[in-house]
């Protein structure tokens, strides 16, 4: 790893970074991939938390190589980490990408110079990689949120931060631990910390809808049936709303009586994950009624489930809209409350004082712990790239740009950040990332080859179009119930950091519609775009 010029640096290696260097590649340019971790994954690196695995199904949660699918055998409906993380090492030996990565890497800066038409990519240890595309995949979910709570600091015991989570085993075991958040990180780990640890103490602020998953091992018969059928499993997942292999329901709220609903959401409860949100009704993100028939279907399935009916009550949600806090998925969730070694305490009303070297204090009460577990959520979507010195035209700095938060067109290119191609931004489609990843990567493919076909040095979206995919995604997002779960405090906006800016941070018009806009795109010659010989960027 010599050379310090590239056609291209890709910054992270999730999915979103290999699935672009593989694409590179492809197309013959010179790539060097960046990487902070000391390993491939990403996401699936970092959060090594108890518990962790997706809330997609493993079928549709790769990529759609011919070669890898005729030999992965997924074990489970929802991959655990190791197991992701074990897809994505295979993904990089198949590609032979290893000896194009660079590991235990901190890209602190990236800066472009018009005059060279170079972007210069800055390590934390002040070298630099010059290239002339910066393709980014720092993830939407990367920088963990750790809220200023007083004495945090002061804490004796253990203390980790689930997207943080160390390479070795923790042990729980006869240990009081004490986890922070009840969002879909936190309800994946709580039921297996619960298991070993002497006693759990959940510290609950805003409840969420959470759904069973409804996991189950693969049989090898399940496995040949997925292997025979890729190739619809990713045409129903491209057109899907969320990117997932489903079809709509069909129906809506006025479709059915009560008694049907009741069946219907029954149903889609026994088959789990996912299912049991785009398989029952098709307007529950979008008319009210429907949406306070499916929230107070849960809130009836919390209290069937929890024996302890105070329990049960700080459990369910209230006052925001079902889905408009993102769902999550739970492994024997509720029934971790009927244990005896959990208990649940409400921090919405009371919230935590402050953090004491023994443990957390809520009013008047310490409740005394040997380790804290932090699932206290991420700086979402624009939170990587501002943590980043990005500088594009004239040195202006991407975090002033997106002050009032980020503009973009298609969640890929920002104005004044030529040959910068964001894979999975701010403004993307919201959905099962895999399919947004595979739609970001065809357009940007076709763009670097029309680059190549035409000679132009670089390409940068206008301001005009950005300021028409930012009200896209504005429209998309208030035509839907999702907007309520601002007062919530719903990451989708921001809502769950002070002081950010509360703007949508995807494109919720769905993975079907953003995949049509991108095709289109490229169909019409990439309106919304300059693209510019190497003698008009040296004027
Ligand atoms: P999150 O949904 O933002 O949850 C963070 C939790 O921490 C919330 O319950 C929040 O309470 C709480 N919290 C934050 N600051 C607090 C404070 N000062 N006092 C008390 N509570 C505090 O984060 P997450 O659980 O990490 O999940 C984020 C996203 O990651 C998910 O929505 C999902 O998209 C993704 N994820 C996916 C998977 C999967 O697919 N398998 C698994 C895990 C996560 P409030 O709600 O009141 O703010």
């Given amino acids: 790893m010599q050379c310090t010029k590239f056609d291209a640096v890709v910054i992270g290696a999730g999915f979103a970074g290999i699935r672009s260097l593989i694409e590179l590649q492809r197309l013959g340019m010179s790539a060097v991939l960046l ?31 011919p070669e890898l699918e005729a030999e992965w055998a997924w074990s489970e409906r929802y991959p655990s980490q190791p197991e992701v993380q074990a897809y994505l090492r295979r993904v990089v030996e198949i590609f032979e990408l290893r000896d194009h990565i660079e590991f ?18 800055s390590r934390e240890d002040g070298s630099s990689i010059d290239a002339t595309f910066l393709v980014t995949g720092l993830g939407q979910l990367s920088v963990p949120h750790v809220p200023s709570i007083p004495g945090l600091d002061t804490f004796e015991g253990e203390t980790y931060v689930t997207g943080r989570w160390p390479e070795g085993p923790v042990d729980f075991s006869g240990k009081r631990v004490g986890v922070i958040g009840a969002g879909a990180t936190a309800v994946q780990a709580i039921p297996e910390i619960a298991k070993t640890a002497a006693h759990l103490t959940v510290f609950q602020r805003t409840p969420n809808f959470v759904m069973p998953a409804v996991n189950h091992p693969l049989t090898d018969e399940r496995v040949a049936e997925i ?3 890729y190739p619809s499993i990713w045409k129903q997942a491209r057109r899907h709303v969320f990117g ?6 069909g129906r809506v709220y006025d479709d059915v009586d009560e008694q049907e609903r009741e069946r219907i959401f029954e149903e889609g409860w026994a ?10 009704f098709d307007d529950l993100l979008t008319d009210a009624r429907s949406n306070d028939a499916v929230a107070a279907f849960v809130r009836r399935k919390i209290y069937e489930t929890v024996s302890d009916a105070r329990t049960a009550s700080l459990l369910c949600p209230l006052g925001y809209p079902y889905g408009a806090k993102r769902p999550p998925a739970g492994h024997g969730y509720y029934e971790t409350f009927n244990r005896t070694n959990v208990d649940l305490v409400d921090v919405m009303r009371e919230p935590i004082q402050r953090i004491s070297p023994h443990g957390v204090v809520v009013g008047e009460r310490e409740y005394r712990l040997d380790v804290l577990v932090l699932a206290t959520g991420f700086d979402a979507a624009t939170g990587a790239y501002e943590r980043m010195d990005i500088r594009g035209v004239g040195g202006q700095r991407l975090i002033d740009v997106w002050k009032e938060g980020p503009r973009s067109v298609f969640g890929i290119a920002i104005p004044g950040f030529p040959n910068l191609f964001m894979v999975g931004g701010p403004q993307c489609a919201y959905a099962n990332i895999p399919v947004v990843i595979e739609a970001i990567v065809g357009w940007l493919r076709s763009a670097l080859l029309r680059m190549r076909e035409e000679g132009s040095a670089r390409m940068v979206a206008t301001p005009d179009a950005a300021e028409t995919w930012s009200a896209e995604v504005q429209r998309a ?7 309520k779960g601002g007062d919530a405090g719903s990451w989708y906006l921001g809502a769950n950091i002070e002081n950010k800016p509360r703007k949508p941070l995807f494109f919720f018009g769905g993975c079907g519609a953003y995949s049509g806009f991108l095709a289109e795109n490229v169909a019409q010659d990439f309106p919304g775009f300059r693209r510019e010989s190497l003698t008009e960027v040296s004027r």
Avoid: H, K
């Fill in 477 to 483: 997002f208030d035509g839907t119930l999702l907007p």
């Fill in 104 to 121: 235990e890497c901190n890209v602190v800066a990236a800066s472009y110079d018009e005059t060279t038409n170079e972007w210069t990519v």
């Fill in 35 to 65: 990487e902070a971790g000391s390993d491939v994954g990403g996401t699936w690196y970092w959060n090594r938390y108890p518990g962790a695995r997706t809330d997609s199904e493993s079928w549709s949660y790769c990529f759609p190589f």
């Fill in 271 to 280: 088959r789990g994950g996912f299912q049991f949100v785009f398989e029952t």
């Fill in 244 to 249: 997932f292999p489903m079809e709509a329901a």
């Fill in 227 to 229: 292997r025979a059928n």
